[in-house]
């Protein structure tokens, strides 16, 4: 019954590893996108996808790279990880495009 | 651009009282919608309310209702008969059409403690 669902929800790794973090939705949508919550639980925007085209990448470094193998499935891979990426990733669907977004649990990621 | 501020980091209130929680945001586009979201300790997003911009009647979710004047850019939450439930960070959103393409800029949060 999950509607948006993300795994893993907890990730340790090291610096300089190679991680993704897989996202699902049920619900349908046209739209998914990934948010990215700072140590002091400032939101924001990294990328967009709709119908599984990008839409939005918001000055992400390069090492970040999403995928979208479908319109329920948007990924995102991250090489060579950083200190500085320790956060919690957040990824949503909405059904368009100035739809109420749906969150899903969010990955808390900790770089070492 | 848009952006969204919350002036409040922290408010509290106690059980069963009304709280009112500010937000205000600026935006260049006509069409554009406003959110309340809340993030209790589990880390959830959930969504608490929505406003259409083009609507003048403000919306209301069962204890949760706003108050949004468009011509001053506020957007406050109130919560009446609060519950201990109700503790949790809020944050309050945006998001337009035009070169947004529909992304959610968020404010600051504001934590909300529920006292018994």
């Known amino acids: 019954d999950t509607a948006v669902s993300q795994t893993p929800k907890y990730l340790v790794t090291q610096m300089g590893n190679d991680k993704s973090i897989k996202c699902e939705q049920n619900?349908?949508?046209?739209?998914m996108y990934w948010y990215k919550q700072d140590s002091k639980k400032f939101l924001k925007i990294m990328f967009s996808?709709?119908?599984?085209?990008?839409?939005i990448n918001e000055t992400v470094p390069n090492r970040f790279s999403p995928k979208s193998p479908d319109k329920a499935h948007l990924n995102l891979h991250i090489n060579s990880l950083e200190l500085g990426d320790s956060a919690v990733y957040f990824c949503?669907?909405?059904?368009?495009?100035?739809?109420?977004?749906?969150f899903g649990p969010g990955t808390r990621l900790l770089v070492l | 651009a848009q952006t969204v501020t919350q002036s409040q980091p922290e408010m509290s209130v106690q059980e069963a009282e009304t709280v009112t929680l500010s937000c205000t945001y600026d935006?260049?586009?006509?069409?554009?919608?406003l959110f309340w979201y809340k993030q209790p300790p589990s880390r959830q997003m959930i969504l608490v309310i929505r406003?259409?911009?083009?609507?003048?009647q403000n919306a209301t979710e069962n204890r949760f209702s706003v108050n949004f004047q468009k011509a001053a850019k506020s957007f406050s939450l109130k919560i009446s008969d609060s519950q201990l439930g109700d503790a949790a960070m809020y944050f309050c959103?945006?998001?337009?059409?035009?070169?947004?393409?529909?992304?959610?800029?968020f404010g600051q949060g504001t934590i909300l403690t529920v006292h018994p």
């Open positions: 996808y709709n119908n599984k085209e990008l839409i």
């Open positions: 935006t260049s586009e006509s069409d554009y919608y």
């Open positions: 949503a669907s909405s059904q368009t495009l100035l739809g109420t977004q749906y």
């Open positions: 959103a945006s998001s337009s059409g035009g070169t947004s393409y529909g992304k959610l800029t």
């Open positions: 406003q259409e911009a083009y609507k003048q």
């Open positions: 619900l349908g949508h046209d739209t």
